[in-house]
């Protein structure tokens, strides 16, 4: 039987400034395979949100005309960073390809390091309630190095240097920045028939109530969506809660890691994908 700590015990014994990217990928592809992803769903929707940041999306059409090619291409590039790092061909190709997608709309360094606040918290704090055990320092100091120097190469400035210090500067940041706009609206309704596709169908009757749930008051406020009732909050909260309880008492180490041997399948690109079809193109 593996022990279902082992994992933790080598990220304990690395160093998160050095071995940031080798802890990062563990978390991702060992550890917390669906809850980071979840959470990097979330922090997506969330970053979508700020008024200036919404309103360039709706602008392009990108997330509300072609949503679910433009999911999969957030997706794909971030995890190709993630899997090879930032100094591999494949890395390095995904990170100027990011770059290129953002250059022309001038978007402000406050909105950018926003985006990355909401990468490093949101993902980190959604493990820590319902994951099957929290977050070490390690793997938090781990995930704010990767993010900071992703921020470096996209030329994000005044990066909080500490995950404690980008906390505190992402909630006051949200406090003061999320607001109800309907630009966020109109993205949130398209993002959201993705995440009602992924839904059993015995639960399509609260599809809506349950994607709902998921979200905070801040961020229903932003987008629109109604407080869902508290018995739908409540099953959402304790379902999830025996989960993370079933996983830490009968759970084991994922014998075979997510995206084994580098394979990333998407519904846009069945057959596969290069990196420079990624993302928007002119006309």
């Given at each position: ?91 390095r ?44 320092c ?56 993705l ?14 109530a ?16 109604a ?10 909260h ?13 759970g084991?180490?994922?014998a ?9 399948s ?18």
């Open positions: 039987m593996r022990d279902r700590h082992a994992n933790l015990a080598r990220i304990r014994s690395l160093d998160p400034e050095r071995d940031h990217l080798a802890i990062y990928q563990t978390m991702l592809r060992h550890e917390f395979c669906w809850d980071l992803r979840l959470g990097l769903n979330l922090a997506f929707n969330r970053s979508f949100s700020i008024p200036e940041i919404a309103a360039v999306h709706t602008a392009t059409g990108e997330l509300t005309r072609r949503t679910r090619k433009r999911i999969d291409d957030t997706g794909l590039l971030m995890y190709e960073m993630v899997l090879n790092g930032f100094d591999h061909p494949r890395g190709s995904a990170l100027r390809r990011v770059n290129q997608i953002h250059r022309p709309y001038g978007i402000g360094n406050d909105h950018y390091r926003y985006v990355l606040g909401c990468l490093v918290v949101i993902p980190t704090r959604w493990i820590d309630r319902y994951g099957w055990r929290r977050t070490c390690h793997e938090r100091r781990a995930t704010h190095v990767f993010y900071r120097e992703l921020g470096r190469r996209m030329g994000i400035t005044d990066i909080p240097e500490t995950y404690q210090e980008f906390v505190g500067w992402f909630d006051a940041y949200d406090a003061a920045h999320l607001r109800p706009n309907d630009d966020a609206a109109a993205i949130e309704r398209a993002t959201r028939e995440l009602l596709g992924r839904l059993p169908r015995p639960l399509t009757p609260i599809g809506d349950l994607v709902a749930a998921l979200y905070d008051d801040r961020l229903r406020a932003a987008t629109r969506v407080r869902p009732a508290w018995p739908v909050r409540a099953g959402l304790a379902g999830l809660r025996v989960r993370a309880w079933l996983l830490r008492q009968l084991r180490p994922r075979e890691p997510l995206f084994t041997d580098g394979v990333i998407t519904r846009t690109y069945p057959d596969g994908y290069t990196i420079d079809q990624l993302g928007p193109h002119p006309g």
